[in-house]
Protein backbone atom coordinates (compact mmCIF):
# COMPACT_ATOMS: atom_id res chain seq x y z
CA UNK A 1 0.00 0.00 0.00
CA UNK A 2 1.03 3.47 -1.23
CA UNK A 3 1.47 6.10 1.91
CA UNK A 4 2.27 9.50 1.80
CA UNK A 5 2.57 10.83 5.76
CA UNK A 6 3.43 14.79 6.24
CA UNK A 7 4.61 15.98 9.72
CA UNK A 8 5.94 19.21 11.31
CA UNK A 9 3.24 21.88 10.81
CA UNK A 10 2.34 24.00 13.50
CA UNK A 11 1.73 27.41 14.05
CA UNK A 12 5.09 29.54 13.90
CA UNK A 13 5.39 33.72 14.51
CA UNK A 14 6.79 35.47 11.06
CA UNK A 15 10.48 34.97 10.56
CA UNK A 16 10.28 31.74 12.03
CA UNK A 17 11.33 28.45 10.68
CA UNK A 18 9.62 24.90 10.68
CA UNK A 19 10.90 21.67 8.88
CA UNK A 20 8.28 19.51 7.00
CA UNK A 21 8.51 15.65 6.53
CA UNK A 22 6.81 13.59 3.94
CA UNK A 23 7.16 9.66 4.94
CA UNK A 24 7.03 7.51 1.80
CA UNK A 25 6.31 3.75 2.06
CA UNK A 26 4.66 1.28 -0.48
CA UNK A 27 6.77 2.07 -4.15
CA UNK A 28 10.08 2.66 -5.18
CA UNK A 29 10.96 5.85 -3.38
CA UNK A 30 13.93 6.65 -5.64
CA UNK A 31 12.62 6.03 -8.80
CA UNK A 32 10.16 8.77 -7.91
CA UNK A 33 9.87 12.70 -7.88
CA UNK A 34 8.37 13.93 -4.72
CA UNK A 35 6.56 17.28 -4.70
CA UNK A 36 5.53 19.92 -2.23
CA UNK A 37 2.41 21.49 -2.56
CA UNK A 38 -0.21 23.76 -0.33
CA UNK A 39 -3.39 24.71 -0.39
CA UNK A 40 -4.76 28.10 1.74
CA UNK A 41 -8.44 28.69 2.27
CA UNK A 42 -10.06 29.59 -1.01
CA UNK A 43 -7.16 29.15 -3.34
CA UNK A 44 -6.43 26.84 -5.93
CA UNK A 45 -3.41 24.37 -4.63
CA UNK A 46 -0.12 25.48 -5.85
CA UNK A 47 3.41 23.77 -6.13
CA UNK A 48 5.97 24.93 -3.58
CA UNK A 49 8.86 22.48 -4.64
CA UNK A 50 9.55 19.21 -6.01
CA UNK A 51 13.22 16.82 -6.28
CA UNK A 52 13.38 14.61 -8.72
CA UNK A 53 15.14 11.33 -7.40
CA UNK A 54 16.15 10.27 -10.82
CA UNK A 55 18.41 13.26 -11.19
CA UNK A 56 18.51 14.97 -7.76
CA UNK A 57 17.06 17.81 -9.83
CA UNK A 58 15.51 20.60 -7.39
CA UNK A 59 12.51 23.13 -8.31
CA UNK A 60 11.00 25.69 -6.29
CA UNK A 61 7.94 28.17 -6.56
CA UNK A 62 9.66 31.62 -6.85
CA UNK A 63 7.90 32.86 -4.04
CA UNK A 64 9.81 30.56 -1.83
CA UNK A 65 13.53 30.09 -3.32
CA UNK A 66 16.47 31.75 -0.89
CA UNK A 67 13.78 30.46 1.62
CA UNK A 68 12.20 26.76 1.40
CA UNK A 69 15.13 24.28 0.71
CA UNK A 70 13.78 20.94 -0.66
CA UNK A 71 16.33 17.65 0.59
CA UNK A 72 15.69 13.72 0.80
CA UNK A 73 16.88 10.86 2.89
CA UNK A 74 16.54 7.45 0.74
CA UNK A 75 17.69 5.45 3.46
CA UNK A 76 14.59 6.85 5.26
CA UNK A 77 12.41 7.37 2.08
CA UNK A 78 11.88 11.15 3.44
CA UNK A 79 11.60 13.92 1.83
CA UNK A 80 11.86 17.39 3.67
CA UNK A 81 10.57 20.53 3.17
CA UNK A 82 13.17 23.42 5.27
CA UNK A 83 11.05 26.87 5.44
CA UNK A 84 12.83 29.22 6.66
CA UNK A 85 12.07 33.17 6.88
CA UNK A 86 8.18 32.15 7.04
CA UNK A 87 5.33 34.82 6.08
CA UNK A 88 1.45 34.94 6.92
CA UNK A 89 1.11 34.53 3.49
CA UNK A 90 2.68 30.66 3.49
CA UNK A 91 -0.06 29.82 5.57
CA UNK A 92 -1.45 26.99 4.18
CA UNK A 93 -2.36 23.12 4.30
CA UNK A 94 0.92 21.15 3.11
CA UNK A 95 0.33 18.31 0.68
CA UNK A 96 3.39 15.75 -0.61
CA UNK A 97 2.71 14.19 -3.56
CA UNK A 98 4.43 11.34 -5.43
CA UNK A 99 4.81 10.78 -9.46
CA UNK A 100 7.48 8.00 -11.04
CA UNK A 101 10.40 10.12 -12.08
CA UNK A 102 9.54 8.91 -15.92
CA UNK A 103 6.25 9.94 -16.04
CA UNK A 104 6.77 13.89 -15.27
CA UNK A 105 4.74 16.20 -17.36
CA UNK A 106 6.83 18.40 -19.54
CA UNK A 107 4.33 20.68 -18.86
CA UNK A 108 6.38 21.48 -15.40
CA UNK A 109 6.89 19.76 -12.28
CA UNK A 110 3.87 21.89 -10.19
CA UNK A 111 1.34 20.55 -12.61
CA UNK A 112 -0.52 18.76 -9.37
CA UNK A 113 -2.57 16.19 -11.94
CA UNK A 114 0.15 14.37 -13.03
CA UNK A 115 1.18 12.76 -9.40
CA UNK A 116 -0.24 9.78 -8.70
CA UNK A 117 -0.57 9.63 -4.89
CA UNK A 118 -0.99 12.17 -2.41
CA UNK A 119 -0.61 12.69 1.34
CA UNK A 120 -3.18 13.92 3.71
CA UNK A 121 -1.26 17.12 4.28
CA UNK A 122 -0.28 19.09 7.22
CA UNK A 123 -1.26 22.64 8.50
CA UNK A 124 1.10 25.62 8.52
CA UNK A 125 0.16 28.58 10.45
CA UNK A 126 2.30 31.66 9.96
CA UNK A 127 1.17 34.75 12.24
CA UNK A 128 1.93 37.96 11.84
Known amino acids: EVQLVESGGGLVQAGGSLRLSCAASGFTFDAYAIGWFRQAPGKEREGVSC????????YYAESVKGRFTISSDNAKTTVYLQMNSLRPEDTAVYYCAAVPDHKRSWRGWDLARQYDYWGQGTQVTVSS
Open 51 to 58: ISHSDDSK
